[in-house]
């Protein structure tokens, strides 16, 4: 079981980037979907999450309205778009996923299983 996560780089103010996250191993079909970020100095925080189980979603109030959470069953991937991309958007972002279940995007534990990080710099 993988989740590599890809797309990273280092891009200007107002720009923007997708994310990939491929898995292998299992098949995401109805698993939860979850990326996070960890910027230096910073704990953790989550940025967008989708399940299909109960229907739950969940969008920092950081990225609302700029970073999309999206799937392509037919390629085993998750996706995050992030369009106008701030300095504070600066960080490692991790893919993550989690068995179905009825608990959604908040499983007790955290989820599952967890790509490596890729990283985003947003600077001028």
């Known amino acids: 079981v993988q989740l590599q996560a890809s797309g990273g780089g280092l891009v200007q103010p107002g720009e923007s980037l997708r994310l990939s996250c491929a898995a292998s191993?299992?098949?995401?079909?109805?698993?939860?979907i979850a990326w996070f970020r960890q910027a230096p100095g910073k704990e953790r925080e989550g940025v967008s999450c989708a399940s299909v189980y109960d229907g739950s979603a969940y969008t920092a109030d950081s990225v609302k309205g700029r970073f999309t959470i999206s799937r392509d069953n037919a390629k085993n991937t998750v996706y995050l778009q992030m369009n106008s991309l701030k300095p504070e958007d600066t960080a490692v972002y991790y893919c993550?996923?989690?068995?179905?279940?009825?608990?959604?995007?908040?499983?007790?534990?955290?989820?599952?299983?967890w790509g490596k990080g890729t990283q985003v710099t947003v600077s001028s």
């Open positions: 191993g299992f098949t995401l079909d109805y698993y939860t």
């Open positions: 993550a996923t989690d068995p179905p279940s009825a608990y959604g995007c908040f499983p007790p534990g955290g989820m599952h299983y």
